[in-house]
């Protein structure tokens, strides 16, 4: 399907479940940007589910949500339990404004819901030359180190820096071996997930997407990846008022009530310290491509950089879509 | 030998080396915190490499280190080569300063050195009730993703917080798999390492220290591990003006100039936004600790805990010195 075409058909979705015209586009943008990057786990395959959630008002479609000022360079939103998508949109803003203020932004959100890419907020800042941290937490999926039942969530750490070229530095890694939203992706299409990288609720090694879903995802690295995933559930839940300690909700399985998700956004100036940083990292970037490579690799790309590429090269194409989540947009058009 | 006495020779031995007696002071404190937290490859063993360069002209033992406000919670530290203890200690100093003043504190410092430990400077951040997050680069140790030679430094990751308790939260990870102090300790102590965490230069796996030391060592999980050393080459050496891309010297091997590390340190108030951000933080360790433990685990330890306890105890006790670095103790001591 052509992409104009279903991002329409997203958006109208959306205002049929009461967004406003302006949220609904914004949301519509996100998921249409997740299925272009190639992260699947984060765009259509979401659709049914945000709907289901504001059917069951526990995402509210119209949210008052609240901007407050902390500092000249900190603010604190209280995003009225809003679809995560919109919430973020006016933090990595606010984050923006701050930071062209004063040099440094940070804004914590609380009571929010799944955003999507943390990426796609950084590049909106890496745009305006500014350097960014995103952190998120999310629903259980991996085991505390020495634990047996899984309580982080994939948890993604976000780094995003301007590199003087079109192509921003966007590093994007969730502390899971592999991405939840790519299990639930090939548990939907009855598809194997790679060795190594989930138990099941037994804690056996599986390769089964479905009972990986209901198992416990591992770590990247053991205790440091535990300690990693440690570190943004205090950053974006303990300390923004977000839940925390496994109490985010699964939005796809748990509707008893709303996720209160927090988020925290940390930008800076990139020239702060050296006003030829564009330059700078140019060179950085420069001397690492030159190194000698391993056999059978072309060039090493720096985080972002594949995903830039796929997103250009299917801009020029059509959005294919799964046959269930095609059905899935016919039943919730003609709802 | 005992702690007290240690530490007075340690002194002593920096003072003889033309440092003023409040920065042998900071820098023979910090050397012996690496003894007592267990960090050997952070300690003692270094001491003969930091006098080595002051004799050779390379760390600048009076150093006039120049601090300049950006902004009132932003400050850039130039510190004109001086012994990296002394600059992360000003650094942190300033970066609490800031932090207690406006909220948020960042603070930048170029023409450093090794500072040793991340986790003893955000412990100080840790006492003022503020959250640190600290970067710095290092010597090549760890090649880029793709790539057959090292470039990227050990780059540790260091996020620490209050934890409402006597001991603090703090993450203090290398993006190595193995910290590359350790691997020096085993080649100077001809002890083995473990498999699977570096490679000879010829690009094969090797347990045996000195050629991991001449070799590669391997990054935590793969490209995301690579990925977020590449951010920290970023936020400690390109953005602050410091020393990027490989060009790090090896402090021991390279003595053809300064190693002109750079650092970063943010701070933060832990209270920003949840005046019962203790009561939270407690709460999120008591839930996690709460949970069901793979066999043979008995606690689940939070990241710092087991160094704070190993502190405590060694506290009590001498300090057990190796038979070649109490060589190096009598000849800097007589020299």
Known sequence: MKIKKIKKIVKDIF??????????EISSKAIINAELVGAYGH???RLKMYCDRIQKKIINPKPKIKIKKISPSISHIDAKNSIGFVAADIAIKTA???????????????????YGLSGYYAEQAV???????????????????????????TNPI??????????????????SMINRG??????????KIPKGVALDIFGKPTIDAKKALAGVQLPIAGFRG?????????????LTGGNHAGRVKDPFDDFSGPQNIGHLFITFKANLFQKN??????????????????????????????????????????????????????????N
């Open 182 to 191: 790519k299990i639930r992706v090939a548990a939907k299409n009855n598809k």
């Open 226 to 238: 535990s300690g990693l995933a440690w570190m943004v559930d205090i950053l974006s839940g303990v």
């Open 127 to 153: 745009k305006k030359n500014l350097i960014a941290m995103i952190y998120t937490n999310a629903p259980p999926a991996i085991a505390p180190h020495g634990a047996l039942k899984s309580l982080f969530g």
């Open 277 to 334: 940083y564009n330059q700078r990292i140019k060179d950085n970037i420069k001397t690492i491509k030159k190194l000698p490579k391993i056999k059978g690799i072309k060039e090493i790309m720096y985080p972002g950089e594949n995903k830039f590429n796929r997103y250009r090269k299917n801009l020029k194409k059509e959005i294919s879509i799964p046959e269930n989540i095609r059905k899935d947009l016919i039943t919730l058009i003609s």
């Open 43 to 45: 765009g259509l395959s």
């Open 15 to 24: 205002i049929k479940n009461n967004l406003s015209s302006s949220d609904a």
């Open 158 to 175: 976000c780094f995003a820096s301007p590199t003087g070229s079109k192509i921003p530095f966007i590093l994007d890694t969730s502390i």
């Open 96 to 114: 923006i404004k701050n930071a062209k203020k004063t040099g440094i932004g940070m804004v914590a959100v609380k009571n929010s819901g799944h």
